[in-house]
T-cell receptor, first 110, second 113 residues
């Protein structure tokens, strides 16, 4: 079945270092969404990318959608302790449902 | 404030018992969803509903049932047929289509006694 693979599963960084998580799909996606889940919390929608090659920025976060619309990435510049959490990508499947990746758990050492 | 309310926050189930998790939204969203989250796993779709009185099975519907009698409410019943029910259950909603951004409730953590 359709899958959305996300790597790495875990990432430990020193505060101030950069962080990137990657998302890959076996099929072309109509759009991709990114969510953040803080420890003990629920996923919160961050952004949606729709166009091929699209790049969007939110302060220190940069989101990219690949040219073939099969991959995406989230890059955080100069991580802070407030960035701690699990970041999920989610692509729209053939039935129109969202398929979530397993997430990348980010920990930041002060 | 608009949002999604899930209750209870923690729930304990005895063997052979059915339990129902509540999900209410006041966002006027048409679509609602139930996900299951296990440690180290992503969100797996249990059931979804795009309109009142209609719902569809997701990837892991076995052992679960839902109803959608009102637009605002989408309760999930974890039946005794679900052999491994211990998990974090998340309810979500979106405006209409499934590819729209989803808003999540705070979740219900279900454990087996």
């Amino acid at each position: 079945g359709q899958q959305v693979m996300q790597i790495p599963q875990y990432q430990h960084v020193q505060e101030g270092e950069d962080f990137t998580t990657y998302c890959n799909s076996s099929t072309t996606l109509s759009n991709i969404q990114w969510y953040k889940q803080r420890p003990g919390g629920h996923p919160v929608f961050l952004i949606q990318l729709v166009k091929s090659g699209e790049v969007k920025k939110q302060k220190r976060l940069t989101f990219q959608f690949g040219e073939a619309k099969k991959n995406s990435s989230l890059h955080i510049t100069a991580t802070q302790t407030t960035d701690v959490g699990t970041y999920f990508c989610a692509g729209v499947g053939s039935q129109g449902n969202l398929i979530f990746g397993k997430g990348t758990k980010l920990s930041v050492k002060p | 404030d608009g949002g999604i309310t899930q209750s209870p926050k923690y729930l304990f189930r005895k063997e052979g018992q059915n339990v129902t998790l509540s999900c209410e939204q006041n966002l006027n969203h048409d679509a609602m969803y139930w996900y299951r989250q296990d440690p180290g796993q992503g969100l797996r779709l249990i059931y979804y509903s795009q309109i009142v009185n209609d719902f569809q099975k997701g990837d892991i519907a076995e052992g679960y049932s839902v109803s959608r009698e009102k637009k605002e409410s989408f309760p999930l019943t974890v039946t005794s047929a679900q052999k491994n029910p211990t998990a974090f259950y998340l309810c979500a909603s979106s405006i209409y289509l499934m590819d729209q951004p989803q808003h999540f409730g705070d979740g219900t953590r279900l454990s087996i006694l």
